[in-house]
């Protein structure tokens, strides 16, 4: 088992953007992106989803918590 990695997303759409990034583009992928809040937690989806391609769900899962209207 390999320990966590952390990635600051700094409760920004934007640095979450960048940190997923930096996440997905590393040599072990993780299986799970635990986010501080929803808003960082569709920005790591956007990012799996179109600019990996991948299925979110299935190929990675991604989670948020805070229970914004748009993650309804």
Known sequence: MTAPVRAAGDYRIEAATAATRRLL???DRPD???CANDRMAIAAINVARHECGWD???????VGYDDVPMAA
């Open 32 to 34: 799970a992106i635990f």
């Open 56 to 62: 979110v769900g299935w190929q990675i899962s991604i």
């Open 25 to 27: 583009a590393g040599k």
